[in-house]
T-cell receptor, first 115, second 114 residues
Framework: AQSVAQPEDQVNVAEGNPLTVKCTYS??????LFWYVQYPNRGLQFLLK??????LVKGSYGFEAEFNKSQTSFHLKKPSALVSDSALYFC?????????????FGAGTRLAVHP | SAVISQKPSRDICQRGTSLTIQCQVD?????MFWYRQQPGQSLTLIAT?????????ESGFVIDKFPISRPNLTFSTLTVSNMSPEDSSIYLC???????????FGPGTRLTVL
């Protein structure tokens, strides 16, 4: 079965430190990969995506993500965390089979950045 | 990206009633989807809203419970029928524009069923 795993329910980091939010996937082929962020009482906001090309992709708000095909991972990173980055982060995968834009989401990781 | 709005933003409903949620986009979009996010959970796709034809439902979701309309390329509705407390969730619509690969989400509708 196709799935997305975010192994950490919560990540705690001090402001100014680098952060990593992990994501691994189990999908056949070369899927499209996405990160979204959800702030309290808000919908999902698109952060970045990997389709093809350079394994390091840059997105909104200084976030970037590194695609690793051999490890089937797509970890979200930021060099210096801000308190305002505290939110719920979702990794999502779009399998290339299925014929349409279906997204499979991970369970989400809550990021808490402490002053 | 397209500007997506949903109405209502939240509602509290009684068991056995129905609620219709609207999703409006400020430009024509290729595809529209409806998701459910149960409390403390991730997002689950309910269905793809097809313009001018019946929606395509995912396993575990049926038209009688979640009827969907999409009369044109900028608007869709999701009805949650005969509600029970288990239907308490955030319901989100998402869209894909043109030939793009990215889904953009509306702000969501927070539904509480008593």
């Amino acid at each position: 079965a196709q799935s997305v795993a975010q192994p950490e329910d919560q990540v705690n980091v001090a402001e100014g430190n680098p952060l990593t939010v992990k994501c691994t996937y189990s999908v056949s082929g070369n899927p499209y990969l996405f990160w979204y962020v959800q702030y309290p009482n808000r919908g999902l906001q698109f952060l970045l995506k990997y389709i093809t090309g350079d394994n390091l992709v840059k997105g909104s708000y200084g976030f970037e993500a590194e695609f690793n095909k051999s490890q089937t991972s797509f970890h979200l990173k930021k060099p210096s965390a801000l308190v305002s980055d505290s939110a719920l982060y979702f990794c999502a995968v779009r399998p290339l089979s299925g014929g349409y834009n279906k997204l499979i989401f991970g369970a989400g990781t809550r990021l808490a950045v402490h002053p | 990206s397209a500007v997506i709005s949903q109405k209502p933003s939240r509602d509290i409903c009684q068991r056995g009633t129905s609620l219709t949620i609207q999703c409006q986009v400020d430009s024509q979009v290729t595809m529209m989807f409806w998701y459910r996010q149960q409390p403390g959970q991730s997002l689950t796709l309910i269905a793809t809203a097809n313009q001018g034809s019946e929606a395509t439902y995912e396993s575990g979701f049926v038209i009688d419970k979640f009827p969907i309309s999409r009369p044109n390329l900028t608007f869709s509705t999701l009805t949650v029928s005969n509600m029970s407390p288990e239907d308490s969730s955030i319901y989100l619509c998402s869209v894909v524009t043109g030939g793009a690969d990215t889904q953009y989400f509306g702000p969501g509708t927070r539904l509480t069923v008593l």
